[in-house]
């Protein structure tokens, strides 16, 4: 079955960086479209980044991270990234990658067009 396995979380000070990991299995992993999203305490979860599958490697960002966060993805390694600079204070809260429902979409940062999760990993900015 499918399987998404973050890492890479961590506490760090504003302005500093940090990468994250998705680990894929379960399926072929360069087939699918895949994103990061975040939820910090008492918000909803909202869409960092997203990559297409297919080769193409499409990237779209959240305007609040654009210029700072990269989204990429090593299909030979069946991981997907998110290098996170000029980390704030607001970035603060659990990064959960996701995969949409079928290969041929990489649909808008709805929660319900990815139906595959991860179980999150926490990162924590302080000022």
């Known amino acids: 079955q499918v399987r998404l396995v973050e890492s890479g979380g961590g506490s760090v000070q504003a302005g500093g960086s940090l990468r994250l990991s998705c680990a894929a299995s379960?399926?072929?992993?360069?087939?699918?479209?895949m994103g990061w999203f975040r939820q910090a305490p008492g918000k909803e979860r909202e869409g960092v980044a997203r990559?297409?599958?297919?080769?193409?490697?499409?990237?779209v960002y959240a305007d609040s991270v654009k210029g700072r966060f990269t989204i990429s993805r090593d299909n030979a390694k069946n991981t997907m990234y998110l290098q996170m600079n000029s980390l704030k204070p607001d970035d603060t809260g659990m990064y959960y990658c996701?995969?949409?429902?079928?290969?041929?979409?990489?649909?808008?940062?709805?929660?319900?067009?990815?139906?595959?999760w991860g179980q999150g990993t926490q990162v924590t900015v302080s000022s």
């Open positions: 996701a995969r949409v429902r079928s290969m041929s979409s990489c649909p808008t940062f709805v929660a319900g067009n990815y139906p595959y």
């Open positions: 379960g399926f072929t992993f360069s087939d699918y479209c």
């Open positions: 990559i297409s599958g297919g080769g193409a490697f499409t990237t």
